[in-house]
């Protein structure tokens, strides 16, 4: 009886060697690694400034490249695009005086932190500062258009108008929270929280406000991760 339990145990043994060495065993973060990023997700212009007055939720695309001198820190560049959707524009007495809608490109070098080690996921912190291009556009409502002023110093530079585009460029500063983990052998997918804050001039308005000093941003981003050489 003792022997069949023991040829028994021997067989069970041989019959699950194979399949315990079937399963894969997923990557960690480690030192020398460079990861290839797409990022997707929808966006919120904050009320900070005045931006979410003028322009309504859109979405946003990103790449990015970071390369990890060591297992917990990354370093790299970043593009990204965000498009604001339409936001009724209203008037101090709160009529509807135009839509708004904007547009901003951006390149930024960027810093990771990982808050975890030795792992195959992680949770973690990503700031980075760049440069932006900013564009904004606000549609007339009504017949006669609107009276919109580039600028209110020289009031014979403004004009009853259909649409006016105000464009910038300037300062990007952005931060993030999110996690991520591996899903398979050189591929990873995350998902975090991106504030971004657009540095514009201080440009001002006759009845269509515009982002005063700096427009943010709340993006939240599903990001695939396409790992080099693993």
Same mark, same amino acid.
């Given at each position: 009886?003792?022997? %069949? !339990?023991?040829?028994?145990?021997? *067989?069970?043994?041989?019959?699950?060697?194979? !399949? %315990?060495?079937?399963?894969?065993?997923?990557?960690?973060?480690? !030192?020398? &690694?460079?990861? $290839?990023?797409?990022?997707? =997700?929808?966006?919120?212009?904050?009320?900070?400034?005045?931006?979410?007055?003028?322009?309504?939720?859109?979405?946003?695309?990103?790449? #990015?490249?970071?390369?990890?001198?060591?297992?917990?820190?990354? /370093?790299?560049?970043?593009?990204?695009?965000?498009?604001?959707?339409? #936001?009724?524009?209203?008037?101090?007495? =709160?009529?509807? @005086? =135009?839509?708004?809608?904007?547009?901003?490109?951006?390149?930024?070098? *960027?810093?990771?932190?990982?808050?975890?080690?030795? +792992?195959?996921?992680?949770?973690?912190?990503?700031?980075?500062?760049?440069?932006?291009?900013?564009?904004?556009?606000?549609?007339? &409502?009504?017949?006669?258009?609107?009276?919109?002023?580039?600028?209110?110093? !020289?009031?014979?530079?403004?004009?009853? &108008?259909?649409? /006016?585009? @105000? @464009?910038? +460029?300037?300062?990007?500063?952005?931060?993030?929270?999110?996690?991520? /983990?591996?899903?398979?052998?050189?591929?990873? *997918?995350?998902? +975090?929280? %991106?504030? #971004?804050?657009? &540095?514009?001039?201080?440009?001002?308005?006759?009845? $269509?406000?515009?982002?005063?000093?700096?427009? +943010?941003?709340?993006?939240?981003?599903?990001?695939?991760?396409?790992?080099?050489?693993?």
């Amino acid at each position: 009886m003792l022997r %069949r !339990a023991a040829v028994a145990g021997l *067989l069970l043994a041989w019959t699950a060697a194979p !399949a %315990r060495a079937q399963i894969p065993t997923l990557p960690r973060f480690e !030192a020398g &690694q460079t990861s $290839i990023g797409l990022l997707l =997700g929808p966006s919120w212009p904050t009320g900070t400034n005045g931006f979410a007055s003028v322009a309504g939720r859109g979405y946003g695309a990103g790449l #990015q490249l970071l390369y990890y001198p060591w297992d917990w820190i990354a /370093f790299g560049p970043a593009f990204g695009m965000t498009q604001f959707g339409k #936001q009724d524009i209203r008037a101090d007495s =709160g009529r509807i @005086t =135009g839509l708004g809608k904007a547009t901003v490109s951006h390149l930024s070098l *960027l810093t990771r932190l990982n808050m975890v080690r030795g +792992e195959s996921w992680t949770p973690y912190l990503l700031g980075g500062v760049g440069y932006h291009l900013f564009s904004h556009t606000a549609d007339a &409502q009504g017949s006669a258009g609107a009276v919109v002023c580039a600028d209110t110093s !020289a009031p014979a530079t403004c004009a009853a &108008q259909k649409s /006016f585009t @105000t @464009t910038a +460029e300037g300062l990007l500063v952005t931060g993030a929270a999110g996690a991520e /983990f591996f899903y398979g052998t050189g591929l990873s *997918l995350s998902l +975090e929280t %991106r504030y #971004q804050r657009f &540095q514009v001039p201080r440009i001002p308005a006759a009845s $269509i406000p515009l982002p005063s000093g700096a427009a +943010e941003s709340v993006t939240v981003n599903l990001a695939a991760h396409l790992w080099l050489g693993l």
